[in-house]
């Protein structure tokens, strides 16, 4: 079993900046890659990031690269999620994932957190 605990939500105003954070327990953060995904109220939950297990590779949505950055510190067992110039649409709850696979899909992650916040007023 892995624990993921999410935090760094907030309520933020359009053109900031926020760093989300998820810190991993119980099995050995190194053996899994890393996601985030996101879900906006009445919509599916969405693909936002991928890490692999070393943090050489990442993968992004398409329409978040440039804003987003995935990142991750095996000896903090931790992975980050920072946002830049975030905009109303980006408002959602924020999911990290862990997963034997870097992928986009939601289905292939095997542990995940409770979620945080993230609200960007206009």
């Known amino acids: 079993q892995v624990q993921l605990v999410e935090s760094g939500g907030g309520l933020v105003q359009a053109g900031d900046s926020l760093r989300l954070s998820c810190v991993a327990s119980?099995?050995?953060?190194?053996?899994?890659?890393m996601g985030w995904f996101r879900q906006a109220p009445g919509k599916d939950r969405e693909f936002v990031a991928a890490?692999?297990?070393?943090?050489?590779?990442?993968n992004y949505k398409d329409s978040l690269k440039g804003r987003f950055t995935i990142s991750r510190d095996n000896s903090k067992n931790t992975v980050y999620l920072q946002m830049d110039s975030l905009k109303p649409d980006d408002t959602a709850v924020y999911y990290c994932?862990?997963?034997?696979?870097?992928?986009?899909?939601?289905?292939?992650?095997?542990?995940w957190g409770q979620g945080t916040q993230v609200t960007v007023s206009s």
């Open positions: 994932a862990a997963g034997q696979l870097m992928s986009v899909r939601a289905s292939l992650y095997d542990f």
């Open positions: 119980g099995r050995t953060f190194g053996d899994y890659a």
């Open positions: 890490i692999s297990r070393s943090g050489g590779t990442a």
